[in-house]
């Protein structure tokens, strides 16, 4: 048994508790984890407000701040494999995936090292002959991270490589299932050489970790991704301290195949949507909505594909789906499965549990044809579940795929490219991806609206997501400032 800890302030500490963290390919504890409650949620804040206020953070230049940012994503890079096999075994991703995952991290960090001292104010051109007016970007100060478990080192680097960048401090709380990952990347933060207490990581539970540092005063942002009920709650925590949130959240995205698609690319790429990560991916492409001609066609071609997938034990590298993170993850998948099935929906392939140890579910397709009410459509599954329909024309397919509260992700499949123009303004998402699907990159910022969240992570937008804007007003005549109370 691995024994990990917190982070706090530039030093490895005991929690008030321990967890033990079971490895989802066998049920069996691997490592025990420390649990944060309030006195260690209000030491890594602290910690992180004086860090945020000292000289050696405060007065560090922009430029400063992105070598220190490049030289994390060094030392990323150069543990990527140790942090894949980490994040294998605490979360049962398979190995293939966190080593390309894990290996493009870095570039998030470098992308972020290089944005920080290109993050500019403007100047104004103010109504007033005497004055000049310039804007400042400054940081808005500690910012609490809460990340889920799935692609965490991802999840959080969208979070952490921003803030600092544009100099602000962070709390992030993993999550308290597979949170090794995250702990582990703390010892290479601690190698970095950034000031203590510039980031601190936590892991713990709801109410005594994530409740207490989303409400506490010295939060100015809150930066959260995971579920809507989740977020319904740290929305209300903030009314507490008023810190702003952004919010990524769950996805029910749509996958739209026309009858003119490449049809080998379009299933290969369905394949990776949703059956890629085990499905625990809150951009899963979980709806096929595919045009009648070909539905078919398109699902017999499908259904082999996912019934030749090979399920094994995650770090072998001959595994292409390992197994869902956690039982309550199958527990969800099973019980919403069947009541689709009782609504109606019909069960083209998987919708069990196989019968060896662990948490391991079969890939399943659910088609929903003859059931457009079942529960499969609008709930997600976090899980290898997809879910059918058929459309025949364009109006159908655009009214189906803005049939949900989500608004995530979406993909589109067509060779005609006014067609694929119309469909990208009708689709009520944050992502559009046309002939692809699940494509990222450092530059290009995600999210959504809806159930599915606001704010954008990503890209220039989310480092401008962690400053405040400042005006200054300088006079510059020489003449002295009239008395108000003299008419003239």
């Not at 490592?31 to 000289?55: G, K, Q």
Request: overall charge negative; hydrophobic content about 45%.
């Amino acid at each position: 048994m691995q024994d990990y800890q917190l982070y706090i302030d530039g030093a490895f500490v005991e929690g008030a508790a321990r967890f033990d963290s079971l490895d989802p390919s066998t049920g069996a504890p691997w490592a025990t984890m420390p649990e944060a409650r309030t006195a260690e949620v209000n030491a890594a804040v602290e910690a992180a407000h004086r860090a945020f206020l000292s000289p050696e953070w405060a007065g560090m230049t922009a430029s400063a701040r992105g070598k220190l940012l490049h030289r994390l994503a060094d030392l990323l890079a150069e543990n990527a494999p140790r942090l894949a096999e980490i994040e294998t075994r605490d979360t049962g991703k398979i190995i293939r995936e966190t080593r390309a995952q894990i290996a493009y991290v870095a570039e998030y960090y470098r992308y972020y090292a290089g944005l920080a001292d290109k993050i500019e104010g403007a100047h104004l051109p103010i109504d007033k002959p005497d004055m000049e007016v310039w804007l400042r970007r400054e940081p808005v100060g500690v910012v609490a991270a809460v990340v889920p478990w799935n692609s965490q080192l991802f999840l959080s680097a969208v979070k952490i490589g921003p803030a600092l960048a544009a100099g602000c401090t962070v709390v992030l709380k993993a999550s308290e299932e597979g949170p090794a990952p995250m702990l582990e990347f703390a010892r290479i933060f601690d190698l970095a050489g950034f000031p203590k207490g510039v980031l601190n990581i936590l892991t713990g539970f709801g109410a005594e970790c994530g409740s207490v540092l989303t409400q506490h005063p010295k939060v100015a942002h809150v930066a959260f991704t995971g579920g809507p009920q989740t977020a319904r709650h740290i929305v209300r925590n903030t009314a507490e301290n008023l810190a702003s949130v952004s919010l990524e959240l769950g996805g029910k995205s749509p996958f739209i195949v026309f009858e003119d698609a490449d049809l080998d690319s379009a299933v290969n790429a369905q394949v990776a949507g949703i059956f890629a990560a085990t499905g625990q991916s809150c951009v899963a492409g979980s709806r096929l909505l595919v045009q009648n001609s070909i539905r078919a066609e398109f699902l017999d071609r499908l259904r082999r594909k996912a019934e030749a997938i090979v399920l094994g034990a995650p770090g072998d590298m001959t595994t292409e789906i390992g197994p869902l993170c956690s039982a309550r993850q199958r527990q969800h998948a099973e019980a919403l499965i069947a009541r689709s099935v009782a609504q109606g929906a019909q069960l083209v392939t998987g919708g069990k549990a196989p019968a060896r140890d662990g948490f391991y579910f079969e890939p399943t397709i659910l088609d929903c044809t003859e059931a457009p009410g079942a529960d499969c459509l609008t709930t997600e599954f976090f899980g290898p579940v997809l879910s059918v329909q058929g459309f025949d024309t364009e109006a159908e397919a655009i009214r189906l795929a803005n049939d949900t509260e989500f608004g995530l992700a979406s993909g589109v499949f067509t060779r005609d490219l006014t067609r694929a123009h119309r469909m990208i303004r009708a689709i009520r998402a944050g992502i559009v991806w046309v002939n692809t699907y699940r494509a990222v990159s450092p530059m290009a910022p995600f999210g959504g609206h809806g159930l599915s969240g606001h704010g954008r992570e990503g890209g220039l937008q989310a480092a401008l997501d962690y400053t405040t804007v400042k005006t200054v007003w300088l006079r510059v005549s020489d003449d002295p400032i009239p008395d108000p109370f003299v008419m003239r």
